[in-house]
């Protein structure tokens, strides 16, 4: 257990195992997706309440979900490198940040498009949107952290800091409905299957909630590995590593 | 782990701790502010102010509907499945609004005790289904509206076993 930590806090070991490991993501992840949105979008039944409008659920409750994992994600890493110190846990919190802004946007978003539909308007302060919304303020505010000092050492630990205590937030999203009187609906989706859609709904969702976790792990891997070597440019094995492939 | 790596992990946990309850506390505090609306509950024993713009809501009440033919006017009745609302309207409804579908309906309350709404918005449960087990449903005799009426009749039960619910004040 000790050995494999040892392991994992040298960024070259991280990038020999990740160049295995990042093209199974790829191609898991490209496969989900590609059948997901085709049997989402086109073969699953429509609602017997809001019609076609409904399929906004394929792209609205996996983005949803990954905003928030990823925020997870990234306070795990920022507590591992506050910690341990491990470079490589800040290096992948610094990738995971804007992919995790773009997925909150993008919930809020398609959240937006599907109210105007069947709530009959796109916003409301309620819990659950506005928890989201701090969400993405959250994530803006750990991007323009770190960029804000002149010592990157700081930046990361700064951002570290507002990452972990912004977590608090993730507890709040995902109770809020349960808590509160509000305008959205309690979750629907649960790995379990519970009864709240039929199989032939939930499947698909499934296959895409699993396909944009495998491209959150995929990207991931794949920028953080550029992280690698834009940070340890000059130290010998990413040296001799460019000399190779010259 | 070094004791140096203990202290600071622990001095983080510790930290976060105290951030979570302060929040948590804050929220306690601010409960009845963030709830979006008033259950006709509520509004039956007076929680709720008059002549103030408030928002109500709950499921429109079966059979309750009755619009004007020279008009957009709609009244209904707003129901918890305990106590009942009545709300007047005169505007576009949206397309989900329903007899047994959730609303939220924004305005003000009036002496007459009806409210009279600015605007009315749909509600939606966590429940989807195909077009045919909707149907199938209804044959066996039941409406997606049962499932929300039996859950708040289950909610009523244990509130008055005096287990406490997450909507209590």
């Not at chain 1, 429509?46 to 409904?54: A, L, T």
């Not at chain 1, 499934?206 to 495998?214: A, D, E, T």
Request: hydrophobic residues 50%; contains cysteine.
């Amino acid at each position: 257990m000790w050995a494999f930590i040892n392991k994992l806090r040298s960024p070259k070991w991280f990038y020999a195992i990740s160049a295995k490991l990042q093209p199974l993501f790829w191609v898991a992840a490209t496969l989900l997706l590609g059948v997901g949105t085709v049997w989402g979008l086109a073969f699953a039944p429509e609602d017997y309440q809001q019609g076609n409008s409904f399929r906004i659920i394929y792209v609205h409750v996996p983005a949803a979900f990954l905003a928030q994992s990823i925020f997870v994600s990234m306070a795990v890493s920022g507590l591992v490198f506050m910690v341990w110190k491990i470079k490589v846990a800040d290096m992948a919190a610094t990738v995971m940040a804007p992919l995790g802004a773009a997925m909150t946007f993008v919930a809020l978003f398609s959240g937006a498009v599907w109210g105007v539909p069947t709530w009959g308007t796109w916003w409301m302060w309620d819990a659950r949107l506005t928890s989201m919304l701090i969400l993405l303020f959250l994530y803006l505010g750990v991007i323009a952290l770190r960029g804000a000092f002149s010592s990157r050492d700081s930046g990361s630990r700064a951002a570290s800091v507002l990452a972990m205590v912004g977590v608090i937030n993730i507890p709040i999203i995902k109770y809020s409905v349960d808590w509160w009187y509000t305008l959205h609906q309690p979750a629907t989706f649960t790995i379990t299957g519970r009864a709240a859609m039929t199989m032939d709904m939930w499947a698909p969702l499934l296959m895409m909630v699993v396909g944009f976790y495998c491209f959150f792990i995929a990207l991931t891997l794949t920028r953080t590995r550029s992280e690698i070597l834009r940070r340890e440019a000059n130290k010998r094995w990413v040296r001799e590593l460019a000399e190779e492939a010259n | 782990m070094t004791p140096k790596r203990k202290q600071k992990l622990f001095v983080i946990l510790g930290l976060l701790s105290l951030t979570a309850i302060a929040v948590g506390l804050t929220l306690y505090a601010l409960r009845a502010n963030i709830n979006l609306f008033f259950s006709p509950v509520q509004i039956a024993q007076g929680d709720a102010p008059m002549e103030r713009q408030i928002r109500a809501g709950g499921m429109v009440k079966e059979g309750s509907v009755s619009r004007d033919p020279e008009s957009l006017d709609v009244e209904f009745v707003v129901t918890d499945y305990v106590d009942d609302l009545e709300v007047y309207y005169s505007g576009i409804l949206p397309d989900l609004f329903r007899e047994g579908q959730g609303v939220v309906v924004v305005g003000e309350l009036q002496a007459d005790g009806r409210l009279y709404a600015d605007k009315v918005l749909a509600r939606h449960d966590e429940n989807y289904m195909p077009p045919e087990v909707a149907q199938a449903l209804e044959e066996a005799g039941y409406s997606p509206a049962d499932f929300q009426a039996k859950a708040a009749e289950v909610g009523k039960r244990l509130e008055q076993q005096g287990v406490p619910q997450a909507s209590d004040y």
